[in-house]
């Protein structure tokens, strides 16, 4: 226990002796050599907000954004008292790695902020917040950040590739209702072709999602119409022939056999040789044709 006591006595010593260097170090301008102080105070004393604060702040100096970024955030998870003073740092740290054009660190930091202060307004760096989190495949964060940005855009074909992204995300989270209105939107502008005809894929991608999601829950006549748009001009080659495999299924639930045929053909078509699309309409096709077909099983005897 006494051995126990001495050690830790020790690591504090150790954990001031380097935040005193640090400090002068720093007070002197030699910010590399006051960060390596620091981190070696942060190693003997894990986990404390001053050392971590005067840590972020050398990293900054020494234009190490990322680390810089991390140690702001380690200050505000560490002392919540002191969120706001950690949250000045890290847009300190956005503004200097936008401007040394180091952007995965400024997002790094747009991240931490985020964490460290959810309720902070981001202003201008909205757009590269929803655009990170949109990278990132954080759905819920770009659904959240991507209205704000397209209002905040500065001009038209800015705010229509938002659009598109903000689509693009409720897609991936099956928020149809949400996609299409915005992928329409884009089509109606068109801005700019080449996001006008993502938007065309995109819409078609949402509008197959809705049309099996219904076809699913037991809906074939509210399901048409969505397959019926997704195998218009301009959705992706696949996506129309998920549509057709759909259509399919539709008139399958109708009882309209020649033209579930026919659709199950169409979803063949333009494939390549046993694709998963191309499977499953050749295993639709061939149960409708072992339904129709005659009984081979002479019928039993009275």
């Known amino acids: 226990m006494v051995a126990g ?4 006595c020790a690591c504090s010593r150790s954990a001031a002796d380097h935040e005193e260097l640090g400090d002068r ?3 002197a301008g ?19 907000a001053d050392l971590s604060a005067k840590a972020g702040a050398a990293a900054l100096h020494t234009g190490e ?8 955030v380690a200050l505000g998870q560490t002392d919540r008292s002191r969120a706001a003073e950690a949250a000045d740092g890290l847009e300190r740290v956005v503004r200097a790695a936008l401007a040394a054009n180091e ?15 959810p309720s902070r307004p981001l202003g201008k760096y909205t757009r590269l917040a929803a655009l990170d989190a949109a990278e990132r495949g954080d759905t819920a964060a770009a ?28 897609v991936r989270a099956h928020a149809c209702s949400t996609a299409v209105p915005a992928f329409e939107s884009v089509i109606r502008r068109q801005r700019e072709p080449a996001i006008a005809e993502g938007a065309r894929e ?24 969505w397959f019926r748009r997704a195998s218009a001009p301009g959705s992706p080659p696949d996506v129309v022939r998920g549509a057709f495999l759909g259509l399919g299924d539709v008139k399958l639930a109708q009882g309209d056999i020649p033209d579930a045929l026919e659709n199950y053909q169409q979803a063949i078509a333009g494939g390549t040789p046993g694709d998963t699309i191309a499977q499953r309409a050749h295993e639709k096709i061939n149960a409708v044709g072992k339904a129709d077909a005659p009984s081979t099983t002479p019928p039993k005897s009275p």
């Open 5 to 8: 006591l001495v050690l830790a």
């Open 25 to 27: 170090a720093y007070a």
């Open 30 to 48: 030699e910010f590399r050599n006051a960060l390596a102080e620091y981190q070696l105070g942060l190693k003997a004393h894990p986990g404390s």
């Open 65 to 72: 954004y990322a680390l810089a970024a991390a140690q702001y």
């Open 103 to 117: 952007r995965n660190a400024a997002a790094t930091a747009l991240q931490g902020l985020r964490a460290v202060s």
């Open 143 to 170: 659904l959240a950040l991507l209205p704000s940005a397209v209002a905040a855009a500065g001009s038209g074909r800015t705010a229509d590739s938002l659009l598109f992204v903000y689509g693009m995300a409720a």
């Open 202 to 225: 995109g819409l078609g991608l949402c509008a197959l999602i809705e049309g099996q999601r219904l076809l699913a829950a037991g809906k074939p006549a509210d399901a048409e119409d």
